[in-house]
């Protein structure tokens, strides 16, 4: 009876501070959001902190979002030697979406590369690997490899296009260290931030029309990419990146019936945790001793800014240490750069900027001695 009684005291407690501070049982920006999805991830691009995470670790198969890393092969390919690719019935002989190539089509390596980021097409997938490797196989290893190289532990690439195979599969936190690695080409960058896009064939000699699947590009502001999948074993799969304040943030979700909702959630969770901090120190205006100079000292001033994005909590935190000699010697040129501007967080160095030289000084020339005469007049005799 009592336990009864202390519970509704409880309610009764909770319902007038409801009326007299509501603002104080609202759910705040920072309280992590609920998402539909089996696994999710929010990274930080700018400094590889995990902001959000659900199940980030587990192994499941992601769909059509393999193609980032396909279109980003292709892309570095296209980068050596945009080639021409005519299209074989093999390289089509694939089931699910496309970008409508036939066989005997002649592509560019960028045209598929943009097939797959769009259109998300098997085809332009399956071609592409083709092309570059000879067989889907050899292409796997391929981008098994790129997959370690950018430190995805927990991944195995089967199929180029994302079509459920045994052993395809990957994490919610590798396939954010992957957009997060595919986000710094600059082209692939260009194509997945475009809700359409046109493609001329050479052969036939036409211009197509492709329009991106990825509607988060029109619901969230700042979003600038990157991939949707779906399968009947995977469910739907959405890798998104979007930028905002100088802060750039990557979500992943894995089997997520309602992602495009637990993309937006994730994303207003993951802006309400960092914050960007510019270091500028253009007016930091110093100076150094010269020796051996025909001046006796030479200004210093601070060179170009830095960037570092930090938790909201710890912005006020940063400690600034400036590293610069007690002297320098002659001669030093404007704009070489003297010593820098250090930022540290917690004791790590966050960022830093330059010290550069605001002038030139010029070393001086000391009249030699007799005896440094006389030793080298004999050393120009001598010496060879």
């Avoid at 998300?120 to 690997?129: I, P, R, Y």
Wanted: aromatic share 6%; net charge negative.
């Amino acid at each position: 009876m009592w336990d009864v009684l202390k519970k509704a005291l409880a309610m009764v407690l909770v319902l007038l501070l409801a009326a007299v501070c509501p603002g104080r049982l609202t759910v705040k920006a920072q309280d992590a959001p609920s998402v539909s999805a089996k696994a999710a991830v929010v990274l930080c691009a700018d400094n590889g902190e995990v902001l959000y995470s659900k199940n980030s670790e587990e192994r499941l198969s992601m769909a059509s979002t393999t193609k980032i890393m396909t279109a980003l092969i292709t892309l570095e390919e296209a980068q050596v030697e945009n080639r021409q690719v005519t299209i074989t019935q093999e390289m089509v002989a694939v089931e699910g979406s496309s970008m409508g190539l036939r066989a005997g089509n002649v592509v560019t390596l960028d045209t598929l590369a943009k097939g797959m980021l769009l259109s998300s097409g098997n085809d332009a997938a399956n071609a592409a690997a083709l092309a570059i490797s000879g067989s889907q196989e050899a292409f796997a290893q391929r981008m098994n490899d790129k997959a370690a190289q950018i430190g995805m532990e927990n991944t195995n690439f089967v199929t180029p296009s994302g079509l459920d195979a045994e052993q395809h599969y990957s994490t919610a936190y590798d396939m954010a260290l992957l957009a997060a690695y595919a986000m710094e080409n600059a082209d692939f960058a260009a194509i997945t931030s475009q809700k359409n896009m046109t493609v001329d064939f050479i052969e036939p000699a036409q211009t197509y029309h492709l329009h991106n699947h990825n509607r988060l590009l029109s619901l969230y502001s700042g979003c600038i990419g990157v991939k949707t999948g779906f399968t009947k074993k995977s469910g739907r799969c959405l890798v998104s990146c979007a930028e905002r304040d100088g802060v750039r943030l990557i979500a992943v979700t894995l089997n997520a019936p309602n992602d495009w909702n637990d993309h937006q959630l994730m994303l207003d969770y993951g802006f309400s945790q960092v914050q960007a901090l510019l270091f500028d120190d253009s007016s930091t205006v110093l100076t150094v001793p010269v020796v051996g100079g025909n001046v006796q000292e030479i200004n210093v001033v601070g060179g170009p800014a830095a960037q570092a994005v930090v938790a909201k909590e710890d912005a006020g935190k940063v400690e600034r240490r400036i590293e610069l000699p007690r002297f320098v010697y002659a001669p030093v040129r404007e704009g070489q750069a003297l010593g820098r501007v250090d930022y540290y967080l917690n004791g790590e160095l966050i960022a830093f900027t330059s010290l550069q030289s605001a002038g030139n000084a010029e070393a001086l020339q000391v009249e030699k001695g007799f005896w440094q005469k006389i030793c080298d007049f004999f050393s120009g005799l001598f010496g060879g």
